[in-house]
């Protein structure tokens, strides 16, 4: 994804539940490509949601990579934790 050229997808659109996740995988694939533009990974918002996920930037922006069209989050979730109010019922 060219981010010189378009724009990321919305903070609200939902991938497997949550906002903000597709635009974030958005930007890891510009990030990888070298084609960010003037958005940031990971921004304060990327870092509160890979903190709740439990995984790291790096590993995040390995996992983006190469993943096309999927509403699956780059990473296993079985595992993290439950917050009320992250997650959509």
């Known amino acids: 994804m060219d981010l010189r050229t378009t724009y990321p997808r919305s903070i609200r659109e939902r991938v497997a539940g949550y906002v ?3 635009r974030m995988i ?3 694939r510009a990030v ?3 084609m960010q533009g003037d958005y940031v990974y990971p921004c304060p918002m ?10 790291s930037s790096e590993s995040f922006l390995h996992a983006a990579h190469g ?3 999927s509403s699956e989050p780059p990473y296993p979730t079985s595992n ?3 917050k009320r ?3 959509a019922s």
Do not use: N, V
């Open 80 to 82: 993290r934790p439950s």
């Open 67 to 69: 993943r096309t069209g």
């Open 46 to 55: 990327d870092q509160r949601l890979l903190q709740f996920a439990g995984i």
């Open 26 to 28: 958005d930007k890891c």
């Open 20 to 22: 903000h996740l597709g």
């Open 32 to 34: 990888h490509a070298g």
């Open 85 to 87: 109010g992250m997650k």
